[in-house]
């Protein structure tokens, strides 16, 4: 109790966000490789919340960004522990999204709890599940138990939820494509089988009397939630883009390189 006390003491500025954006409609940018068909300046008529990667493209900046969720626990250390290998050592990752992140000094960036002595701006907001680490939607509370910290994913819905959003528009969320699109917009294609299984289900099984969702697609597919594709969305065509159009060269490298030395699990350049 006494621990939960001090950990849940950083929690309590987050207060101000509670509800602050009552019955208004954002977008979630998810990372998926549908974001290479899609430009950014369609999506400015609401305030977004961006997940993971999303600083990283370099469109970001045309987005009406109110949150930028980054939930994976002691991700802005010099040391971390490789989820792929299970050992400490150096993150090679972590400069990369320190620089990008620095580009946007007035950001509100929401993290895991852990990292609280790696803060990459001032404007850092901090995230804990104080041990409900199974998703409930019950338990989105911005300055104590939040345990929507499963994933970017997770964690941006549940920010929706917790800011008073009444309508979340999910756009680059592939996986909840039926089947399932595979792939990021900074990585090479990638392709797979869907088995049928989602593991996103039990999120938007959860959260369905708290929030309505809906999906944006690249084309028109069957989907999860209610989803419309881009062109009728927008209005607009799709135009494809690589990755080396949307992601500087430079952070492709250290991505291709994390990728090389086993701290990344998608490659991101072709084979030399």
Do not use: W
Request: glycine residues 6%.
């Amino acid at each position: 109790m006494i621990l939960d006390f001090f950990l849940s003491y950083p929690l309590k500025k987050n207060a101000s966000f509670k509800g602050s954006f009552q019955g208004k409609t954002c977008y979630i940018f998810g990372n998926g490789s549908s974001l290479k068909n899609m430009c950014f300046s369609h999506f400015r008529d609401h305030p977004t919340i961006g997940i993971n990667h999303i600083v990283l493209h370099k469109d970001f900046n045309l987005l009406n960004t109110c949150c930028y969720a980054f939930p994976e626990p002691f991700s802005f250390y010099y040391y971390y522990k490789n989820p792929y290998k299970k050992k400490y050592e150096i993150n090679i990752l972590n400069n990369l999204f320190r620089k990008e992140i620095s580009k946007f000094p007035n950001l509100n960036l929401f993290t895991s709890l852990s990292n609280i002595f790696s803060a990459p701006i001032k404007n850092t907001f901090f995230l804990h599940h104080f041990g409900k680490r199974k998703p409930d939607s019950e338990f989105l509370n911005l300055c104590s138990e939040f345990s929507y910290m499963s994933g970017g994913l997770y964690t941006g819905i549940g920010l929706a939820i917790a800011l008073g959003f009444e309508k979340a528009i999910l756009v680059g969320c592939d996986y909840l494509m039926m089947p399932k699109t595979y792939g990021h917009f900074y990585s090479q294609p990638k392709f797979g089988e869907d088995n049928g299984i989602n593991p996103y289900d039990q999120l938007i099984d959860d959260c369905s009397s708290k929030i309505l969702l809906e999906a944006i697609s690249d084309y028109p597919t069957d989907c999860r939630i209610h989803c419309v594709d881009y062109e009728t969305y927008t209005g607009s065509s799709i135009k494809y883009r690589e990755n080396t159009e949307i992601v500087s060269n430079e952070n492709l490298l250290i991505l291709n390189k994390a990728y090389e030395i086993g701290q990344y699990h998608s490659p991101i350049l072709p084979k030399q």
